[in-house]
């Protein structure tokens, strides 16, 4: 059974840090594109970042560039998001997922793309 479990999530204040994580498991996903997306209460699902899997190439939605890395492990089938100098706006149910195989450099910002999802970890940002 494919699962992705994401994990970090928690309630920091503004300007703080946290560092999310994503474990695969029951495939490898070093062909993968993977992504960190979010959804706020009553808003649409974001994408957050996304990496290929040659980890050369990253996206960020523009609101997160500058203060958000993501990064993988292949090895260990983990992908990460630093994410610092939080804002209250960041505060949003945050998932990881991957593609199907892809090619080395693509990253992929539509969540349509993406065939494996975690189950989320909550990340609140007080003011």
């Known amino acids: 059974q494919v699962q992705l479990v994401e994990s970090g999530g928690g309630l920091v204040q503004a300007g703080g840090s946290l560092r999310l994580s994503c474990a695969a498991s029951?495939?490898?996903?070093?062909?993968?594109?993977m992504g960190w997306f979010r959804q706020a209460p009553g808003k649409e699902r974001e994408i957050v970042a996304a990496i290929s899997w040659s980890g050369d190439n990253q996206y960020y939605v523009d609101s997160v560039k500058g203060r958000f890395t993501i990064s993988r492990d292949v090895a260990k089938n983990t992908v990460f998001l630093q994410m610092n100098s939080l804002k209250p706006e960041d505060t949003a149910v945050y998932y990881c997922?991957?593609?199907?195989?892809?090619?080395?450099?693509?990253?992929?910002?539509?969540?349509?793309?993406?065939?494996?999802w975690g189950q989320g970890t909550q990340v609140t940002v007080s003011s």
């Open positions: 997922a991957a593609t199907e195989s892809t090619g080395p450099r693509v990253t992929e910002p539509t969540g349509a793309r993406y065939a494996y």
């Open positions: 029951g495939r490898t996903f070093s062909r993968s594109a």
